[in-house]
């Protein structure tokens, strides 16, 4: 069983700062990770994945992974009231696509 | 851009009756997925299924669910005695894309009375 652990939240952050989301995985043999946003009452929307250690950077939002450490976390830089939303650290084996969900961290982007 | 529907978006039944969560995954992806979100709790998997057969499932996913493939395009989730506990909202996925991603359908919200 995969565990995928996520600082709780709230966070809150003022329009235009970075936000720091973490997530940390139990499974060292999970290999994908994935950062979906989630609206409340709507489904998961993919932001971005990542399954190399190091950086990876999507517009305004940089994925971190460290499997030593088995941490991943994403950046949002210049944070916009329409960031506000749940954030979804997945992480996924080999093998299979199953992915394994953290339980979020809320995000409000204040104007 | 192709993308997952589900169908009803919101379905009330009363406990103890049979419900069907209806799918269209995106048109060239095999592999098909059922998660549940019981309200302000983690998205938990349910079953994947590859190939019109089970591939994994869930402990959740006891003998009152049941998945088929019925005619090549829809994918759907049978509850054959809902419960209260059942009261979720049940996504479809479908995996696809350059890192084999899964794409979320909506939705549908299962209240249970």
């Known amino acids: 069983q995969k565990e995928v652990e996520q600082n709780s939240g709230p966070l809150s952050v003022p329009e235009g700062a970075i936000a720091s989301l973490n997530c940390t995985y139990s499974?060292?043999?999970?290999?994908?990770f994935f950062w979906y946003r989630q609206y409340s009452g709507k489904s998961p929307e993919l932001i971005m994945f990542?399954?190399?250690?190091g950086d990876k950077e999507d517009g305004r939002f940089t994925a971190q992974l460290n499997k030593a450490s088995q941490y991943v976390s994403l950046l949002i830089r210049d944070s916009q009231p329409s960031d506000s939303a749940t954030y979804l650290c997945?992480?996924?084996?080999?093998?299979?696509?199953?992915?394994?969900f953290g339980a979020g961290t809320t995000v409000t982007v204040r104007a | 851009e192709p993308e997952v529907t589900q169908t009803p978006s919101h379905q009330v039944t009363q406990m103890g009756q049979e419900v069907i969560l209806r799918c269209v995954p995106i048109?060239?992806?095999?592999?098909f997925y059922w998660y549940r979100q019981i309200l302000g709790q983690k998205v938990e998997f349910l079953v994947s299924?590859?190939?019109?057969?089970?591939?994994?499932k869930s402990e959740i996913f006891d003998d009152q669910f049941s998945v088929e493939r019925p005619d090549g395009s829809n994918f759907t989730l049978k509850i054959r005695s809902t419960k209260l506990e059942d009261s979720a909202m049940y996504f479809c996925?479908?995996?696809?894309?350059?890192?084999?991603?899964?794409?979320f359908g909506p939705g549908t919200r299962l209240t249970v009375l």
């Open positions: 048109s060239n992806h095999l592999y």
């Open positions: 499974d060292r043999g999970s290999q994908s």
């Open positions: 299924f590859y190939n019109n057969e089970i591939s994994e």
């Open positions: 990542i399954y190399s250690n």
């Open positions: 997945a992480a996924r084996g080999y093998n299979d696509y199953k992915l394994s």
């Open positions: 996925a479908s995996v696809g894309g350059v890192g084999n991603e899964q794409f």
